[in-house]
């Protein structure tokens, strides 16, 4: 069974510039929830989708915006990207309190 | 608002001690709590799931406790091994499918 796939694995982008991450559910799990983590701190919460719906949204701003399509996977869309946003992008999956199932995560570099 | 602390932010023990994570949260109204092994670089592997009802829960050499009305959760690794070197991360779940609350980790060596 697989579990939570992410794409790309690492990516380089230039300031100003725009990206959209990738990340498919472990199979069963219908919720679909983003991390932002910055080295050497924990992962930070972006936003949860559940039923294509934006359910939840962490602390970050409206360059950051996603979607959720019928399939359950889901995009993560970082507009006018600033150095700041290099960090480790989790998606992570989940149904109902059984927890949470992360991704390998992609890594996004902006120089 | 829910926080949470680890610490040490590092450890350095010797293969075969017995060791224990600590993990604090300031609200104890929690649904559950996570944790998680992260290799460099890597993503994260949950490793025990504590539901608020529960105590504890135990995976091979792994044990984590739940205190949850002193806001405390260790995670008790036994025999430490060499591969047992990553990052141990601690989040607290405050509602069905609410976002996790992540401490900062800490990254355990274990020196052979």
């Known amino acids: 069974d697989a579990g939570v796939t992410q794409s790309p694995t690492h990516l380089i982008k230039t300031r100003g510039q725009q990206v959209t991450l990738r990340c498919s559910p472990k199979s069963g799990h219908d919720t679909v929830s983003w991390y932002q983590q910055a080295l050497g701190q924990g992962p930070q919460f972006i936003f949860q989708y559940y039923e294509e719906e934006e359910r939840q949204r962490g602390n970050f701003p409206d360059r950051f915006s996603g979607h959720q399509f019928p399939n359950y996977s889901s995009e993560l869309n970082v507009n006018a990207l600033l150095l700041g946003d290099s960090a480790l992008y989790l998606c992570?999956?989940?149904?109902?309190?059984?927890?949470?199932?992360f991704g390998s995560g992609t890594r996004l570099t902006v120089v | 608002k829910q926080e949470v602390t680890q610490i040490p932010a590092a450890l350095s023990v010797p293969e075969g001690e017995n060791l224990v994570l600590n993990c604090s949260f300031t609200d104890s109204a929690i649904y559950n709590l996570q944790w998680f092994r992260q290799d460099p670089g890597k993503g994260l592997t949950s490793l025990l799931l504590i539901q608020s009802s529960q105590r504890e829960q135990t995976s091979g050499r792994l044990n984590a406790s739940l205190d949850k009305s002193s806001g405390r959760s260790t995670l008790y690794i036994a025999a430490s091994q060499p591969g047992d070197s990553a990052t141990y991360l601690c989040a607290v779940h405050t509602g069905a499918n609410s976002k996790l609350t992540f401490g900062k980790g800490i990254t355990l060596s274990v020196r052979p």
């Open positions: 992570a999956s989940s149904f109902s309190e059984y927890g949470y199932t």
